[in-house]
């Protein structure tokens, strides 16, 4: 460490190990004394949703991501007597690794669910009806912008349920390469 070359023979926390090494001795800037970077240990970060698009800009030290996203489920529905059946379909999943730049930033569409015989959840969600519930939103990562065609990875929302009186169905699952009947 120090010799301004990373060793690329070795995996990572095998000794004699180098995740950066810039050759100087300040130990508080990107690279460390010990050659690993500085404040970019491999962490979870979590988005929730909001409602509302959300960022993240890459550190300087990341040159790659893994990405989870979840779709929102479907709405519930009301069943004879005004009773409150939680049947929308599941919101699908997808998973990815994605090259980043420093400083690149990523749009963050966390989708929301669906409302009990009316609005669709916060990103893409269908409308429902009066028994028929608003789908789920659908979750995604943009790059580039926050447009549609910006989505690097996405997850489709689960459909609102639709169990009425009598019993219609529930909603289908968002998830998978289809998504699945109702």
């Known amino acids: 460490c120090g010799d301004t070359v990373v ?3 070795l995996q990572a926390g095998a000794p004699g190990y180098e995740a950066c090494d810039d050759g100087n001795q300040v130990d508080d800037d990107v690279c460390n004394n010990q050659c690993r970077f500085n404040d970019c240990e491999p962490t979870v ?7 509302a698009v959300q960022s993240f800009v890459v ?39 994605l090259a980043v730049a420093p400083g690149d930033t990523l749009y963050i569409f966390v ?3 669906g409302v009990r015989g009316g609005r669709g959840g916060f990103n893409g969600g269908g409308d429902g ?49 289809n998504g699945a009947n109702g």
């Open 7 to 9: 060793r690329t023979d």
């Open 45 to 51: 970060r979590t988005f929730d949703h909001t409602g």
């Open 59 to 97: 550190p300087e030290c990341a040159r790659s991501l893994r990405l989870e996203v979840w779709g929102a489920q479907g709405g519930p529905t009301e069943i004879c007597g005004g009773r409150t059946d939680n049947d929308g379909g599941a919101g699908g999943y997808a998973r990815g690794e």
């Open 111 to 113: 989708g929301g669910q």
């Open 129 to 177: 009806g009066r028994y028929g519930a608003g789908g789920g939103g659908g979750s995604d990562v943009r790059v580039g912008g926050q447009g549609l065609g910006d989505r690097v990875l996405v997850a489709g929302g689960g459909g609102g349920g639709n169990t009425g009186c009598p019993n219609h169905g529930t909603g289908g699952a968002g998830g998978g390469e």
